[in-house]
């Protein structure tokens, strides 16, 4: 090994810089004290060791073999009695794949942030220093060996959304409410987040305790292993899947506990771009393709994923249709991609659980043609995950660049921008034709392919399970037609028609510019990954050719002949893709028609704002609101009765205890009043009082 073995290297660089920055940057000169200069060369530095490792793993690079399994290696933490905790790396083509576009994509926001944050001054030391440590929170997540070493990561970024979310809480460039704005939705993403962790750490203790004291992922993961614990004791691995899936679901912001994310948008936009595309929320999707093993053991915790991710999908979407602000509309787009991962790989899992069975201590495969589904739907899940990363990331910086040349992030006060923006203006539409499944676009391949998984799925499927899919399919297409009405209604509504604002100061930096045009040819050219083999990236090896590893996910395909071809003509024989197509399409003009052409009145529809179903939407199906009396009805009363226990209990108990030790300290000392003769009474009177214990030990002891 080359650059495996300097693997750890990866997630240490951005901590370094972290606290060079953060600490040590006041004595690095007035320019260098920013510290953006520094984290954009160590976070690059990150990346390109990333790139390093991948290629070495997948055999481009040093002796040109293919790692046939993970590359794992650790050193022992701590001891807890007979239980070893270890802390190291474990390399896999999913753990390469999330340093790689973590660490690419934050090399680009932070170069944007040095254009978009220059009126910060100072302050721009702490912003770059947070970021840094933000992004060592999800490269240590994606190098880690254990479940609890990844969960310490996890617990890092979430302290780092609170504070960059937070950025703006004191001195916002626009004053005392955006202020207040941001501190509360800073606590809302870190006390909404913390129930969702609090599940994914019950689940880590009921997981440690179901394989034997174990959270390493190399056996955690091993075949052997799940088969025997999944004998023993199934109801806890169910319990412990659940519990780790309710950690996603905040972290990734799934329904319910998806309100915090849009209140997010409080913080400046290259950290939105941080939180939706590089780090924080695909934490979540990762984690769930990192457990694949252990959830794909179970067909109904693999459908409730797929449950929650197609009706979040949905539900998102439709609160995007009438939002004015255009960081929000890409917040709720975020929520709704994000819903459309995980019901892809809840589609696929599923199919995979109807596959296998355990007997005898073995995991074996029954049905080959349905696991093939469900690897196929993990394939597709990783890759709409890593193309939304790149259009996203666009997407935001995009807005990013609007905002910071109109000085507003409402819609309704631009108009017009194209050609005071060209290079914005065209990145921007690029991101959001990708998005919204264009042909060709990144987005469109992995779309189409999360959509045809699950038809797939409810094909093979029969009964209950059926009418779940095909509702879950007919969500998902209906929110592709939503995405492409709503995405292009922002593009239309910033960038055609008449300038609406008060001033535009024109196009943004190049600092800003020029990683536009970079992620606007990812988001363009990444799904072409597809038909370059990307069904072969994830191959499944069973358990008798990978020792014991149940999902040993390798590179593959990359050689054989006419893949892309065999895709082209899978999507384009396929009559769903033209329904997408279509839908798209239709989407489109109706945005163009309302808002460009004017031919179609938007207020029609809402009777002008009055409707019971835009107020509802407006007013994101009143969840802040439920938010606040779920948290005054039960939190205050909790919180009550938690302070009565604290202040009357523990209290009450120490300090009456400390209350008996004074007082009688004080009656004690009334003894000592310097008095000889008192001093000789209390001698004459002790011996009196031995001597008599003395006479009744003897007595009752038969000495007399």
């Known amino acids: 090994m080359m650059f495996m073995d300097y693997v750890w290297l990866v997630p240490l660089i951005p901590v370094l810089c972290f ?101 910060q001054g100072p302050r721009q030391r702490r912003y770059f220093a947070e970021v840094a440590l933000f992004l060592t929170g999800m490269l240590g997540l994606a190098v880690s060996s254990n479940l609890l070493e990844m969960f310490i990561f996890w617990e890092i970024m979430g302290l780092c959304s609170y504070l960059l979310i937070g950025f703006w809480s004191f001195n916002h460039p626009e004053g005392d409410d955006k202020a207040d704005n941001a501190a509360s939705a800073a606590k809302k993403a870190f006390l909404v987040t913390r129930l969702g962790d609090v599940c994914l750490m019950g689940g880590l203790f009921v997981l440690f305790f179901a394989m034997g004291g174990h959270l390493e992922y190399n056996v955690v993961f091993n075949a052997d292993n799940l088969a025997a614990a999944y004998e023993n004791n199934s109801e806890m691995l169910t319990l412990a899947s659940l519990l780790i899936f309710g950690g996603v679901i905040g972290k990734s912001a ?6 915090w ?50 009706f979040t999908a949905f539900f998102a979407a439709s609160m995007a249709m009438n ?10 787009s975020t929520l709704s991609q994000l819903g459309y991962m995980f019901l892809s790989l809840g589609a696929g899992g599923y199919m995979m659980a109807c596959s296998i069975a355990v007997t005898g201590g073995q995991i074996v495969i029954e049905e080959p043609e349905l696991f093939a589904v469900g690897c196929l739907g993990y394939a597709a899940g990783c890759l709409h995950m890593v193309n939304h990363a790149f259009f996203k990331a666009l997407l935001f910086l995009c807005s990013g660049s609007v905002i ?24 921007m539409l690029i991101g959001t034709m990708s998005i919204a499944g264009f042909p060709f676009f990144a987005g469109f391949f992995s779309k189409d392919l999360v959509l045809d998984v699950v038809f797939e799925v409810f094909e093979e499927s029969c009964g209950t399970e059926e009418m779940i899919f095909i509702a879950l399919w007919i969500l998902g297409i209906v929110t592709a037609f939503m995405t492409a009405f709503y995405m292009f209604r922002m593009w239309f509504m910033t960038f055609m028609g008449e300038y609406r604002g008060h001033h535009c100061h024109g196009e943004s930096p190049k600092s800003m510019t020029v990683p536009l045009m970079i992620l606007s040819i990812f988001a363009f050219g990444a799904g072409f990954a597809l038909l370059l083999g990307w069904d072969g990236v994830f191959t499944f090896m069973g358990s008798e050719h990978s020792e014991g590893q149940i999902l040993q996910w390798i590179v593959g395909g990359w050689d054989r002949p006419n893949v892309g071809v065999h895709w082209l003509e899978e999507l384009f024989t396929n009559w769903k893709t033209y329904v997408t197509i279509v839908l798209v399409f239709v989407a489109v003009a109706i945005a163009y028609l309302m808002y460009v052409k004017k031919s179609i009145n938007p207020g029609k529809f809402s009777k002008d704002g009055q409707s019971v179903l835009y107020r509802t939407i407006s007013n994101r199906y ?83």
Request: aromatic share 14%.
């Open 19 to 119: 606290v060079i920055v953060g600490f040590l940057g006041n004595k690095m000169g007035p320019k260098a004290a920013e510290g953006g200069f520094l984290v954009i060369i160590g976070t690059a530095a990150s990346f390109v060791l990333s790139l390093l490792v991948t290629l070495e793993y997948v055999g481009f690079i040093g002796d040109g073999n293919l790692y046939p399994n993970a590359v794992e290696n650790h050193i022992d933490w701590f001891k807890i009695g007979i239980y070893q905790l270890t802390f190291g790396y474990y390399i896999d083509i999913l753990s390469c794949l999330m340093m790689l576009f973590a660490s690419f994509i934050s090399t680009m926001i932070f170069t944007y942030s040095l254009g978009y944050m220059h009126d």
């Open 254 to 259: 799934q329904f319910p506990l998806l309100d």
């Open 261 to 310: 994310l849009p209140d997010a948008m409080a913080g400046p936009t290259t950290v939105s771009a941080l939180i939706h595309a590089a780090t924080m929320v695909k934490a979540g999707v990762y984690l769930v393709a990192r457990c694949f093993p252990l959830f794909a053991l179970d067909a109904n915790v693999m459908l409730f994923v797929a449950v929650i991710g197609g």
């Open 323 to 332: 939002n004015m602000n255009i960081k929000k509309v890409l917040a709720y």
């Open 404 to 427: 910071h040349a109109n000085g507003t992030e409402d819609m309704r006060l631009m108009g017009g921008l194209h050609k005071k923006m060209p290079k914005t203006s065209i990145t």
């Open 622 to 704: 009143y969840f802040p609101e439920l938010y606040n009396q779920f948290s005054w009805k039960l939190g205050y009363d909790v919180a009550r009765g938690v302070e009565f226990i604290d202040r009357q209990i523990i209290d009450g108990s120490v300090n009456g205890l400390s209350n008996a030790v004074v007082g009688s300290g004080d009656l004690m000392s009334k003894a000592q009043d310097g008095n000889l003769h008192t001093y000789a009474s209390v001698v004459l009177g002790g011996v009196v009082v031995l001597f008599v214990a003395a006479l009744a030990l003897f007595y009752y002891g038969g000495v007399f």
